[in-house]
């Protein structure tokens, strides 16, 4: 299944899983957010382990050409500025679409990136990356295309353990019934719900103690966002820490706002990355790459 976006339009390809026959999946206006393609990958063309062992080998290689204490230096410890909660999707590589650099990123993933609070395994990253690394960011990002949320659409089986995984996608759809319906097709639905899930994922996290304190003490930032696998852009959401009426459930009032969000800043250079530089800038310290 290959995503493809027309040129103008604003709607993003579709998080849906491939339908079982040829076609194509249909954005509200009309332009083809999602197709199938049923043509098996050109032989020859696999990464096999033995390449991926040699192209590692030659990436250590350039990477100490260029610069000889890298490695050395990341050895002796980690200071990421940044916690990526992202989905398990082979096309998302955090540092890969941010242009950033090993220790830059700490990172959680898993399908359809859901962040629940009963779920050990994810709290725990936050808490280490919130608590002890003192991250500046988290930024939970959900992405087009997406297998888990095309799946949470429908209540067909995916497998055991798939199906109690998707189970709060799945919730959440039932939940916002009533706006997914008047979309008009699964394709619009698909990417609503992928919306909803950071929507639900930045409310779950900032919900936890440690990472309300963080906000509260010392300024943690959280950034709900999409990555459009068809394009490589990622779209801020403004959802979490960017967010203030959807935080407070109202306009905030200046004590609001002196008691639980960050103070202004002026832009904030974060990390030079190979393809440019990521900052989080202006007073709710929203997210952009350049």
Request: aromatic share 6%; glycine share 8%; charged share 20%.
């Amino acid at each position: 299944m290959t995503c493809v976006t027309t040129p103008g339009s604003n709607i993003l390809p579709p998080s849906v899983t491939p339908p079982r026959r040829s076609g194509n999946w249909y954005s509200p206006n009309g332009t083809v957010a999602c197709r199938t393609n049923s043509t098996p990958p050109t032989k020859g063309t696999e990464h096999t382990f033995e390449s991926a062992l040699r192209s590692n080998e030659a990436w250590a290689n350039f990477k100490e050409n260029q610069n000889p204490a890298f490695f050395e230096k990341l050895a002796i410890k980690q200071t990421p500025t940044i916690l990526w909660l992202g989905c398990s999707d082979s096309r998302v590589p955090e540092t890969t679409l941010l242009g950033l650099q090993p220790g830059d990123v700490f990172v959680h993933r898993n399908i359809a990136n859901i962040i629940s609070p009963t779920d050990i395994n994810s709290m725990a990253v936050i808490e280490y990356a919130v608590v002890h690394l003192k991250v500046h960011h988290i930024v939970l990002c959900g992405h087009t295309c997406c297998g888990g949320a095309g799946a949470a659409l429908g209540d067909a089986r995916v497998g055991g353990v798939i199906d109690a995984w998707i189970t709060p996608l799945r919730s959440l759809r039932k939940q916002n019934e009533a706006e997914l319906t008047k979309l008009g097709d699964d394709g619009a639905r698909a990417v609503r719900l992928a919306e909803l899930n950071v929507e639900m994922g930045v409310h779950n996290l900032m919900s936890s103690w440690f990472v309300e304190e963080a906000i509260r003490d010392r300024g943690l930032t959280v950034h709900g966002v999409l990555y459009d696998v068809a394009s490589g852009k990622i779209r801020d959401l403004e959802v979490g820490i960017t967010a203030k009426e959807s935080y407070f459930g109202a306009a905030p009032t200046e004590e609001d706002l002196k008691d639980a969000l960050l103070p202004s800043r002026e832009e904030v250079e974060l990390v030079r990355g190979k393809h440019g530089m990521l900052v989080f800038e202006g007073e709710g310290s929203t997210m952009a790459v350049r």
